[in-house]
T-cell receptor, first 115, second 117 residues
Framework: DAMVIQNPRYQVTQFGKPVTLSCSQT?????MYWYQQKSSQAPKLLFH???????NEADTPDNFQSRRPNTSFCFLDIRSPGLGDAAMYLC??????????????FGPGTRLTVL | AQSVTQLDSHVSVSEGTPVLLRCNYS??????LFWYVQHPNKGLQLLLK??????LVKGINGFEAEFKKSETSFHLTKPSAHMSDAAEYFC???????????????FGAGTQVVVTP
């Protein structure tokens, strides 16, 4: 059974046209994360939510925003995509995130192409 | 501060032969260590994790890893490679000052595994 679901799996957008990526989870986890992964690189954390508390990484561009309307759903909004934003976007969840022992569960990712 | 070094960016093995993926870490506190696998255009799947229990950890698909504190290593092994093991593998460290502090994942750069017939 799918636990972390991302839609769509592939997204094509035009330069500067806003785009929203979706993530949902059936695990009832408190924490949800968004990562950006470029080709042949490790995932890079953009931000995470602990319940409703939003935590932005210091080097995440302002062009990236996120919403978490409820426990199950989290959205990544890219306000004005540039060519450099083409990447795989991974959503992950963890039960708590504290203490350093928690496991992150990843979705299948959304491959974003910017034309 | 925490960091992870995967010593090989690319490993090529023949089907049926052992696989060894090397990972060294640094951590200020007691770390948790993870290995994830990523097949092309897929998300990351957890292979195994270490969180201060047994130092030899068994995971899925025949993989195992041994935590060696004295060597600050967490190498991943499999006795016999299968074609389906061809993928990218990430070693990850997570730690925190206390059980109530935030634990951030630090990823290694990844190791690409190629399996030849």
């Amino acid at each position: 059974d799918a636990m972390v679901i991302q839609n769509p799996r592939y997204q094509v957008t035009q330069f500067g046209k806003p785009v929203t990526l979706s993530c949902s989870q059936t695990l009832n986890h408190n924490v949800m994360y968004w990562y950006q992964q470029k080709s042949s690189q490790a995932p890079k954390l953009l931000f995470h939510y602990y319940d409703k508390d939003f935590n932005n990484e210091a080097d995440t561009p302002d062009n990236f925003q996120s919403r978490r309307p409820n426990t199950s759903f989290c959205f990544l909004d890219i306000r004005s995509p540039g060519l450099g934003d083409a990447a795989m976007y991974l959503c992950a969840t963890s039960r708590d995130g504290r203490g350093g022992t928690d496991t992150q569960y990843f979705g299948p990712g959304t491959r974003l192409t910017v034309l | 501060a925490q960091s992870v070094t995967q010593l090989d960016s690319h490993v090529s093995v023949s089907e049926g032969t052992p696989v060894l993926l090397r990972c060294n870490y640094s951590s200020s506190y007691s770390p948790s260590l993870f290995w994830y696998v990523q097949h092309p255009n897929k998300g990351l799947q957890l292979l195994l994790k270490y969180t201060s229990a047994a130092t030899l950890v068994k995971g899925i698909n025949g993989f195992e890893a041994e935590f060696k504190k004295s060597e600050t290593s967490f190498h991943l092994t499999k006795p016999s490679a299968h074609m389906s093991d061809a993928a990218e593998y990430f070693c990850v460290v997570s730690d925190s000052l206390t059980t109530d502090s935030w634990g951030k994942f630090q990823f290694g750069a990844g190791t690409q595994v190629v399996v030849t017939p």
